[in-house]
């Protein structure tokens, strides 16, 4: 296989050119740059200027801000269109996860082919859209995550209180990430706070009983111990035994 007819064999796997006329596609593989980047190679920084698109043709790459990891691109994937159409400044970096083989696809050749090829236009638009299907997805599934995260904190501010209920971040529990493992630690927690509360008033409350028939032993003896009680007890024992003689 030539060149040119593996670029056309890579351009039909990719989404952009998949409604584009076989004849048509020789303009296109023909303005495709070949490049070869080594394993953790970066491909383009965040902020650089968009001037052109890539396709992986073999290899993978990842996109990531820094260290945090947004995705990885297998082969057939576009990358870098967003940013080219405008020549805005890239949103996020890009490099090799493995030793990969891309396509290049300069602006001006984008442009040209755009105004060429209605197909090419129609993908570069469904592409477009499909980011901003994805965007809205993980916006509301990034406002659901934090709405949840939210429900834990105050919880734990709940707790503090004394005002805790375990059934406010019973949904959140129910999750099977690592937001739902820290809402089940929490409740477990939470429970072990309450039985030691529980067992230490208890333990508080025996105290109290105890401490209160020690004063009260205490206040029997200071009683009973006085001269004055003596000679009570005294008179009291001669009247019983006076009654005694008399029966």
């Known amino acids: 296989m030539t060149d040119l007819q593996n670029k056309i064999a890579v351009l039909r796997t990719v989404g952009i050119f998949a409604a584009v006329e076989g004849a048509a596609l020789v303009p296109i593989a023909q303005a495709l740059e070949p490049l070869s980047f080594p394993a ?3 491909i383009f920084e965040s902020g650089d200027t968009g001037d052109a698109l890539y396709i992986v043709a073999e290899g993978r790459v990842r996109v990531h801000d820094g260290d945090m990891l947004i995705n990885y691109l297998e082969p057939g994937s576009v990358f870098g269109e967003m940013a080219v159409l405008d020549s805005s400044p890239r949103s996020a970096s890009v490099s090799a996860e493995v030793d990969s083989r891309l396509f290049r696809l300069g602006q001006q ?42 429900k834990v ?10 005002r805790y209920a375990p059934e406010s ?12 493992q820290l809402a089940r630690v929490f409740q477990r927690m939470a429970h072990e706070v309450a039985q030691r509360e529980q067992r230490l008033r208890q333990e508080v409350q ?25 000679s009570l007890r005294q008179k009291a024992d001669e009247l019983r035994n006076a009654a005694d003689e008399q029966e």
Not at 153 to 162: D, I, K, P, V, W
Request: proline residues 0%; charged residues 30%.
């Open 40 to 42: 953790n190679t970066r």
């Open 206 to 230: 025996a105290l109290r009983i105890e401490i209160d028939r020690t004063r009260q032993q205490r206040q029997v003896d200071e009683i009973t111990g006085t001269e004055y009680f003596r």
């Open 169 to 180: 971040i019973a949904e959140v529990a129910q999750r099977s990430d690592e937001l739902g």
């Open 109 to 150: 050749h984008l442009y040209s082919l755009m105004q060429s090829e209605m197909a090419v236009t129609r993908g570069i638009i469904q592409n477009l859209c499909q980011h901003l299907r994805n965007r809205v997805r993980d916006m509301a599934r990034d406002f659901e995550y934090l709405r949840q995260f939210n």
């Open 153 to 162: 904190t105050a919880a734990a501010r709940a707790l503090e209180e004394g």
